[in-house]
Nanobody
Framework: QLQASGGGLVQAGGSLRLSCATSGRTFSSYIMGWFRQAPGKEREFVAGINWSGGITAYADSVKGRFTISRDNVKNMVYLQMNSLKPEDTAVYYC????????????????????WGQGTQVTVSS
């Protein structure tokens, strides 16, 4: 039900835009999040957005560089990543918190109910 895409290899300082396609109109009422997992590390929260797109949250490590957005008409969620650093290298996952019309964005992986398959982002120095 969630399909992430847009990953790739980019040089440090470059940009990528990740996309997450959702199926089913109920996703438009869910909080959506992006997480990432680097080799040997736990999966961590990157960014989240509430159902309307009016509330967002970011990990400190990506604030000012990444922007999450959504288009509920197209059933898409995006993560624009600018000024990429080698430490951003990871598999990126989109996820959905199925509590409908909730505005408080949580950062715990256990709070999210649906997960995409992940897309690899590699930033070279």
């Amino acid at each position: 039900q969630l399909q992430a895409s847009g990953g790739g290899l980019v040089q440090a300082g470059g940009s990528l835009r990740l996309s997450c396609a959702t199926s089913g109109r109920t996703f438009s009422s869910y909080i959506m999040g992006w997480f990432r997992q680097a080799p040997g590390k736990e999966r961590e929260f990157v960014a989240g957005i509430n159902w309307s797109g009016g509330i967002t949250a970011y990990a400190d490590s990506v604030k000012g560089r990444f922007t999450i957005s959504r288009d509920n008409v197209k059933n898409m969620v995006y993560l624009q990543m600018n000024s990429l650093k080698p430490e951003d290298t990871a598999v990126y996952y989109c996820a959905a918190d199925k509590s409908p019309f909730r505005n408080s964005i949580v950062v715990l992986t256990s709070q999210y109910d649906y997960w995409g398959q992940g897309t690899q982002v590699t930033v070279s120095s």
